[in-house]
Structure formats: C-alpha cells, structure tokens
C-alpha cells in the first residue's frame, strides 16, 4: 500500500473523529478533505476493514458505551449525544451491537469498547515483501508488551467484553508459559496469538489491517499445528452468525478451515466455537 495512501486515511480518521458529534459520512468527509467519495469509500474500507459508516457507528456507541458507565447522564441524553433522535432508535441498535439495552450495560458498570479510535503509527517496512510464513514468528517476550497492546486497540472489534487490565495479566502469565506468539515488523505488532497447549485452544488471533492479505493466520496456525499443537484439535471462539457487531470475523475463521461447533456464552457474550481438525 503506498505511504501516501496510509496518510490520507489518518486524515480522514483524524476528520472523523474532531465530528464524531456530527454524525459526518462518506459525503462529508470527501468534500472536507477533497477526495473523490469513491475513490475515498474504498481507500478506507480497504485498509480499516470498515466503511466510513460502519466505523462511525462503532466509534459513536463506543462513546456512549462510556457515558453509559462513567456519567451520570440520562439514557435520552447519552442517545442525543450519540446522533439518535429518540431514546427508542438509540436502545435498539445499542442492544443489537452490545447484547444489552442501555439501563442494564449501566448497571453491570463494565466498560468495554467497539471501536477504539483507528490508529495507524509505525514504519511497515515489510508490508510490500512476500506472504510471511511460520518461521517469521516467535515467541513474544515481555518487552514486546506495548505493541502488543497497540494491535489489540487495532483489532479490538473482534473481541467483545475486553478488559485491557485482565488482558495484561493473562498476556504476561502466557508469555511466561511461551504460550504467546508475535509476528513484528520492525517495532511494530502486525500479528499475534495466545494458545492453551493443555486445550488446544487459540484463545486471542490478531492481524494488522493493513497486512490482511499476507498469509499471516495461516502462517500461525501453520506454527501451532506442525510445531507446537501436533496431533490436537485445534479450537477457536467468535461471534454467532448474524450478529451485527461481526465485522467479518466469523467468514475469516471459516476460510481458514475451521468448523461450526457448539454455541456458548463467554464473559456474558454470545459466541461460538469453531475446530480444526
């Protein structure tokens, strides 16, 4: 992807979210920043995996998410506040994204984001090269932490009810186990895995947006099926089908060989699991 691409795209994020209040689109954001909307509509929703509507949407309820918990703001308030003309529109598509109406994501006091802002920082010094593959990858280490965490912000709306706080503590006990594997390009995090040997599980799989079409889950499951996971059954968890706060999850862990398995509810979340034999 070329540099220059990867700047407009800051751009139009950083216009974005100075109107999140605005409810601003496509049409908004192209005569603002004076980009073609269709060359602008699939600039972004090549790179961020969302178009500009999806990713407002997302980032809006997120903010309300957050009133919902920290503020003390009538429930009509924080729907105003998050572009919806009634209190009724606000608790339907509130409740089809968070599995909870308002009043009751409020009382449960847990916070937990559908889209954190889009950040894009770093070098990508190797986003032009080859498809990477298993012997790219190596066991994450302590120092490795930071962009770490900077790519599970990145991806964070495939990971419903994530406490970062929770996560850390999990991250560093499987780092310790060599439980934790990261993939880098130069000092950033461009894909990542946490895996139970005892289970057979992959509990978190992560890649950057922009390294999508680099072969990089395949070349994960690759390293846990021939080296590290020989001989198990390999398992996965993700969003039910038709869940609208699927961003497209689900269809990727189904190109990649795995398989419907049962329904569950995890930390409160509809989910369900997916195994590769």
Same mark, same amino acid.
């Given at each position: 992807?070329?540099?220059?691409?990867?700047?407009?795209?800051?751009?139009?994020?950083?216009?974005? *979210?100075?109107?999140? $209040?605005?409810?601003?689109?496509?049409?908004?954001?192209?005569?603002?920043?004076?980009?073609?909307?269709?060359?602008?509509?699939?600039?972004?929703?090549?790179?961020?995996?969302? $178009?500009?509507?999806?990713?407002?949407?997302?980032? &809006? !309820?997120? *903010?309300?998410?957050?009133?919902?918990?920290?503020?003390?703001?009538?429930?009509?308030?924080?729907?105003?506040?998050?572009?919806?003309?009634?209190?009724?529109?606000?608790?339907?598509?509130?409740?089809?994204?968070?599995?909870?109406?308002?009043?009751?994501?409020?009382?449960?006091?847990?916070?937990?984001?559908?889209?954190?802002?889009?950040?894009?920082?770093?070098? #990508?010094?190797?986003?032009?090269?080859? @498809?990477?593959?298993?012997?790219?990858?190596?066991?994450?280490? =302590?120092?490795?932490?930071?962009?770490?965490? =900077? !790519?599970?912000?990145?991806?964070?709306?495939?990971?419903?009810? +994530?406490?970062?706080?929770?996560?850390?503590?999990?991250? &560093?006990?499987?780092?310790?186990?060599?439980?934790?594997?990261?993939?880098?390009?130069?000092?950033?995090?461009?894909?990542?895995?946490?895996?139970?040997?005892?289970?057979?599980?992959?509990?978190?799989?992560?890649?950057?947006? !922009?390294?999508?079409?680099?072969?990089?889950?395949?070349?994960?499951?690759?390293?846990?099926?021939?080296?590290? +996971?020989?001989?198990? @059954?390999?398992?996965?968890?993700? #969003? &039910? @089908?038709?869940?609208?706060?699927?961003?497209?999850?689900?269809? *990727?862990?189904?190109?990649?060989?795995?398989?419907?398995?049962?329904?569950?509810? @995890?930390?409160?979340?509809?989910?369900?699991?997916?195994?590769?034999?």
């Amino acid at each position: 992807m070329p540099v220059q691409n990867i700047q407009n795209i800051i751009s139009t994020i950083d216009y974005l *979210e100075a109107h999140l $209040t605005d409810c601003p689109n496509l049409d908004m954001a192209a005569e603002a920043l004076h980009y073609s909307k269709y060359h602008l509509h699939r600039m972004f929703t090549d790179t961020v995996g969302l $178009t500009i509507h999806e990713y407002v949407l997302r980032r &809006r !309820l997120t *903010e309300a998410a957050k009133l919902l918990v920290f503020s003390d703001k009538p429930v009509l308030d924080v729907a105003m506040a998050a572009g919806y003309g009634s209190q009724q529109a606000f608790t339907k598509i509130f409740t089809a994204m968070y599995k909870l109406p308002p009043n009751k994501y409020r009382e449960n006091e847990k916070f937990y984001p559908l889209q954190l802002k889009y950040k894009l920082e770093g070098s #990508y010094h190797m986003l032009d090269n080859r @498809e990477f593959t298993e012997q790219d990858i190596a066991f994450a280490k =302590e120092k490795d932490i930071p962009c770490w965490m =900077e !790519l599970v912000r990145l991806v964070v709306d495939g990971f419903p009810n +994530l406490d970062e706080e929770e996560y850390i503590h999990v991250l &560093r006990e499987m780092i310790r186990k060599r439980q934790a594997l990261i993939l880098k390009d130069g000092d950033t995090a461009i894909g990542i895995m946490i895996f139970s040997k005892n289970s057979g599980s992959i509990d978190f799989m992560g890649t950057h947006p !922009l390294y999508r079409k680099k072969g990089i889950p395949k070349a994960f499951l690759d390293k846990v099926m021939g080296e590290l +996971l020989k001989g198990k @059954e390999i398992s996965i968890t993700t #969003y &039910r @089908e038709g869940d609208r706060a699927d961003t497209g999850h689900r269809s *990727e862990i189904k190109e990649l060989g795995f398989a419907e398995a049962e329904l569950l509810v @995890e930390y409160g979340y509809p989910t369900q699991r997916f195994v590769l034999k």
